[in-house]
């Protein structure tokens, strides 16, 4: 009745492969394998189809674990190691309830066509489980019905990468000795099928600061504990060593190797400056730092690299010229938009910016100015670049500032903002509200508010704001009627109501809250011609729900 439930799918497999708490079913996992079978037929590409891939594998796992314990209490197969052949071969076996099971051999991995559908896949899977099951039990005692399962689900998802670490994750806390062996599986699918991909490069060479082989002496796994001492230092060591070889790249004809891409460099890097950062150990540090500055001297160019190599130069503090060349670099490389993605430019700058501010007493006065100028005139559509500039004004001219100098700064500089060039590009992510004809309007307010300007000098240089600034957001808007009559008066705040109701992104919000506002103060003819504006102005959905607002609030007076 519930074909794509997937817990009553697991929970009908569990109780063939292991039964209930009152004892009941349990040991059928041929039951419990065909249950799985007939659940991912259902749920192909549904939510939770992963979770019944991973039930098959530990269904067929626990079978294996079974088969174990049975072999050694009856002293069959004694001294055979998992992945070494018996020399010779095991007849019939009688499991627990009765069903005769003979073992496979030969086995291949199920090789499936992209875009293949999922019954296919499955039924290459069952044929393969199949006719494994009944030629001898030695290899499904290595966990062969295992890895065709393993093949099974990658198969059907493509081999996509999500599916690698999907089942590297699940086999990772795997409570058997087939662990490593199936991981070892999975990582040389992984390296057949993305021989040159950045994230199938991270997992294979960090596989050693993850991988343990189960222990079922301990109560908790070996994973959960962590790698300490010279266990930690050889494990890091053998990840460094995977990684070199993998950014000499693959020999490709003749002497010449194949050209590595950068990403494989940026995960090599990141990953030592994660381990660099974590470790307490003096020594590994030293080795991960020399590290680290030998891979970025060797890495090809790119945003993420410099932006890396200039953190790693802080870290470890450099000489401030070093520092600053590399802040340099790095915005002279990556920091034009119309060569480098507008987003990374972006950050390319203010990485330069924050470097500069922070080093600010190794530069001569006046000196700070042009490098924020360039960074604007660069990119004057980032948000971030306009108010780091705004909240660092002391900072950059180096002296205290007057407020008349901070007031003619921000004039200027809404008056860039507000200009079509101004305007980001599609391709670069920015809020609204981070936009610079938000927040530099919005930081001018703040600085009014909060300096010891007086109340009744704010409102004339709103006011002569609002003239320069004829397309001003609605939310700064918004914000100066916040100020009430006692810092505007009240026919400035008519004249910023009348800027609010003739705005792009008016709504229907904005006009109930001027008739309410209004009636409130017994204005009933005001109240009634901005219903009537509304009326005639509103469209759709916002006049709906402008009559039905304005008609519980006729009803409340």
Known sequence: MHPTHVQYWLMASRWEAD????????????????????????????????????????VEVGYVERVRRRWEVLGIGKGVEVGK?????????????????????????????????????????????????????????EGAVVRLVLDSCLTSYNHSLASYEFLITLLRS?????????????YSSLSTHHPTNATATTLLCTRYMHDFPYDSNKKEDSQQTGLEGEELVDCVGRCVEEFWKACKGKKGKGKEREKVSTEVWESFCGWLEE??????????????????????????????????????????????????????????????????????????????????????????????????????KALPYSGQIWSLYASSLGTILAAPVETEE?????????????????????????????????????????????????????????????????????????????????????????????????????SSGEWLEKAKEALGQGRVKDANEVVGRAMRVLKGRNKGEFEGEWARVCDGA
């Open 19 to 58: 039964g209930d708490r009152k004892g009941m079913g349990g040991g059928n996992t041929e039951g419990a394998r065909r249950i799985c079978m007939r659940a991912l037929r259902f749920l192909k590409g549904a939510r939770g189809e992963e979770e019944v891939w991973g039930e098959w594998v530990r």
């Open 406 to 506: 901070v007031e003619k700064w921000f004039t200027a500089a809404i008056g860039r903002a507000l200009l079509t060039s101004a305007l980001p590009p599609p391709t670069f992510v920015q809020e609204e509200e981070e936009s610079p004809r938000s927040i530099l309007p919005r930081l001018f307010l703040e600085f009014l508010l909060s300096s010891s300007t007086p109340l009744s000098v704010i409102g004339p240089k709103i006011e002569a704001l609002l003239i320069s600034a004829p397309t001003l957001p609605i939310s700064f808007l918004r914000s100066v009627l916040s100020l009430g009559e006692e810092v505007l008066g009240k026919e400035r705040k008519e004249k910023v109501w009348e800027r609010v109701l003739r705005h792009k992104d008016c």
């Open 85 to 141: 052949e018996e020399k010779e071969p095991v007849g019939m076996e009688v499991d627990e309830e009765g069903e005769k099971e003979d073992a496979g051999v030969d086995l291949k991995e199920i090789e499936g066509k992209e875009g293949q559908h999922a019954s296919a896949v499955l039924d290459q899977a069952a044929k393969a489980v199949e006719n494994t099951a009944v030629s001898g039990q030695e290899a499904i005692r």
């Open 275 to 376: 381990v660099e950062e974590e470790s307490t150990d003096e020594n590994l540090t030293v080795f991960l730092t020399t590290t680290l500055s030998t891979a970025l001297s060797l890495s090809p160019p790119s945003p993420s690299l410099s932006l890396l190599s200039l953190r790693h130069l802080i870290r470890n503090s450099a000489a401030p010229s070093t520092i600053l060349s590399c802040a340099t670099t790095l915005t002279a490389l990556f920091g034009n938009p119309t060569t480098t993605d507008p987003t990374t430019a972006s950050q390319s700058w203010l990485a330069r910016l924050e470097v500069s501010l922070s080093l600010a007493e190794h530069f001569t006065p006046g000196t700070l100015a042009p490098i924020f100028e360039s960074a604007v």
């Open 174 to 186: 795997l409570p058997s000795s087939l662990r490593l062996p199936l991981l070892s599986h999975i």
